[in-house]
C-alpha cells in the first residue's frame, strides 16, 4: 500500500512557475513508476509527465514539453513536477500517480494505468 500527499499548487500569472512535490510513502517504491497527471473542468484526467522506478526514463505530453521537468528522488521518497512558462489551459488539478513498474512510463501516462494516487492539488493559471 503507498500513500501520496500533493503539495506547492496555488495560483501564478501565466508565464509564472510553479514547483509540484509529491511525498510517497509505503513499501517497495524503487519497484513503481510515478507520474503527475491533471484534470481541468469538464475534461478527462490526462498524463502530464511519468518517470520510471529508476529515473532512467521519462514521459511528457507534447503539451508541456520544454517547460515541465519531472525529477525524482528515491532516497527521499519524492517526486517533483518543475513548470515553467505556464499558460492558462495548464490550470486544472494535478494528481501524483504511482504504478507498478510491469508497464512502460508512456503508457503509464497515455492509458492511466495507475495504482495508486494523491488527493490532488489546484494549479490556476489566471492573470
Known amino acids: 500500500q503507498l500513500q501520496l500527499v500533493e503539495s506547492g499548487g496555488g495560483l501564478v500569472q501565466p508565464g509564472g512557475s510553479l514547483r509540484l512535490s509529491c511525498a510517497t510513502s509505503g513499501f517497495g517504491l524503487n519497484d513503481y513508476h510515478q507520474g503527475w497527471f491533471r484534470q481541468a473542468p469538464g475534461k478527462e484526467r490526462e498524463g502530464v509527465s511519468c518517470?520510471?522506478?529508476?529515473?532512467?526514463?521519462?514521459y511528457y505530453a507534447d503539451s508541456v514539453k520544454g517547460r515541465f521537468t519531472i525529477s525524482r528522488d528515491n532516497a527521499k521518497n519524492t517526486v517533483t513536477l518543475q513548470m515553467n512558462s505556464l499558460r492558462p489551459e495548464d490550470t486544472g488539478v494535478y494528481y501524483c500517480a504511482a504504478t507498478f513498474k510491469f508497464t512502460s512510463v508512456q503508457n503509464m501516462c497515455l492509458t492511466r494505468t495507475v495504482g495508486y494516487w494523491g488527493q490532488g492539488t489546484q494549479v490556476t493559471v489566471s492573470s
Open positions: 518517470i520510471g522506478s529508476s529515473a532512467g526514463s521519462t
